[in-house]
C-alpha cells in the first residue's frame, strides 16, 4: 500500500506510529511512502517503510488542474498499489475523484495535523482507525547509519556517551531559543557535565557557526538525516528547540531537553525520553532552568 503525506520532518516522525500501525495491521502487504524527497529516502528501511517516492513526482501533478487520472503515467504508477491512504490534499474534491480513479484498490482520505484532544501521533492513530496500536516513535538503523555516525564523531574528536548534541534552530524563528544562550549554555555543558557539546546545524542555521567557533564549540552541517540520528544514537543527551530534529533525536532513542515556546507540548512534544521546558516567552527560560532540566533527565537514565 502507499501512504501519501506532505509534511515535515517533525510531522512525519509523529505520523511514525501511524505507519508502522499500518504494517502491522496488514502484515502481507509492504508500505510505500510519499513523501519529500528527503523524508522518503530516509523513511525507507528505517521506519516501517520498504521504499519512499517523491511527493514532486509529475504523476502527482496529473491529479490536480486539467490533468485527470486517465494521465497514462498517473495510472501506471498509482494503479500498481492495493491500496492508498493520503493524508495530502483532503479537501481537493477532483484530487480525491482523481486519486480514488487511478488505484486499483481502496483509497481513504485524511486530515493532515487532525484536530482534536491529545498528542498528534494520537490522532493519526485514531485516523486510520488503529487508537489501540503503540504510541511509539523509533529509528531503526542500517550498518551504514551507524558507521557513518562513527565516523563524524571521530573527526571531531568525539567519544561515544561524552558528547552532547545541540539543536539551536528549528523550522520557525519563534520556535526559537536564543543562539547566544544555547552558545552559553555549551560552556555550562562543558563546565558542570564534562561533556563535549556537538552544534549540529541544518541550512537554516549555519550562518551560527561562527558564534559556536568564538565558544570553541565543534559544529557539524548538513549531515543526512540517517547521520543526525546515528549521532544522537551515540551521544550522551540532547537539547534542541521545538523541532523537527528534536523529534528525530528522541525517536533515535536520545534522552534530552526540549525547549517549547508558543506551541503546546501536550500535542506536539517529541515521542521518547525527553524533558520539556516550556515558557510562551523564550526570553523567560534561562540556562540555569535548561542546564538543571538536563541533569534531572540524563541522572535518570538506567545504567543496565
Given at each position: 500500500m502507499?501512504?501519501?503525506?506532505?509534511?515535515?520532518?517533525?510531522?512525519?516522525?509523529?505520523a511514525g506510529p501511524a505507519i508502522r500501525a499500518l504494517g502491522r495491521i496488514n502484515p502481507d502487504v509492504a508500505v510505500d511512502l510519499m513523501a519529500r524527497a528527503e523524508l522518503a529516502d530516509f523513511a525507507a528501511g528505517r521506519m516501517g517503510v520498504e521504499r519512499g517516492y517523491s511527493i514532486d513526482r509529475r504523476e502527482v501533478s496529473a491529479l490536480f488542474g486539467a490533468g485527470d487520472a486517465n494521465d497514462p503515467a498517473a495510472r501506471k504508477f498509482f494503479g500498481q498499489f492495493h491500496g492508498i491512504i493520503s493524508f495530502f490534499a483532503y479537501d481537493d474534491a477532483g484530487y480525491r475523484r482523481a486519486l480514488s480513479d487511478a488505484c486499483a484498490g481502496p483509497v481513504t482520505f485524511h486530515q493532515f495535523r487532525p484536530?482534536?484532544?491529545g498528542h498528534i501521533a494520537e490522532l493519526y492513530l485514531r485516523s486510520i482507525g488503529a487508537p489501540q496500536e503503540p504510541l511509539e516513535a523509533r529509528i531503526d538503523f542500517t550498518e551504514a547509519d551507524l558507521v557513518a555516525g562513527d565516523e563524524t564523531?571521530?573527526?571531531k574528536n568525539l567519544i561515544?556517551?561524552?558528547f552532547l548534541i545541540i539543536f539551536p534552530g528549528s523550522g520557525g524563528a519563534k520556535k526559537n531559543w536564543s543562539e547566544k544562550r544555547f552558545a552559553r549554555l555549551t560552556l555550562e555543558i562543558e563546565d558542570r557535565m564534562r561533556l563535549r557539546p556537538l552544534a549540529v546545524l541544518g541550512p537554516a542555521e549555519e550562518d551560527l557557526g561562527p558564534l559556536f567557533h568564538d565558544f570553541r564549540i565543534a559544529t557539524v552541517s548538513r549531515l543526512p538525516l540517517a547521520t543526525v540520528a546515528a549521532l544522537a544514537k551515540l551521544a550522551a543527551g540532547f537539547v534542541g528547540n521545538d523541532s523537527g530534529v528534536s523529534h528525530l533525536a528522541a525517536a533515535a532513542g536520545a534522552h534530552g531537553v526540549v525547549i517549547f515556546g508558543p506551541t503546546d507540548p501536550a500535542r506536539w512534544r517529541p515521542l521518547g525520553p525527553v524533558t520539556v521546558v516550556r515558557a510562551t516567552d523564550l526570553e523567560a527560560i534561562t540556562v540555569e532552568q535548561v542546564i538543571r532540566a538536563l541533569e534531572d533527565t540524563l541522572r535518570s537514565i538506567d545504567p543496565a
Open positions: 502507499l501512504v501519501i503525506f506532505p509534511g515535515a520532518l517533525g510531522d512525519l516522525i509523529c484536530s482534536g484532544e564523531m571521530a573527526a561515544p556517551g561524552e
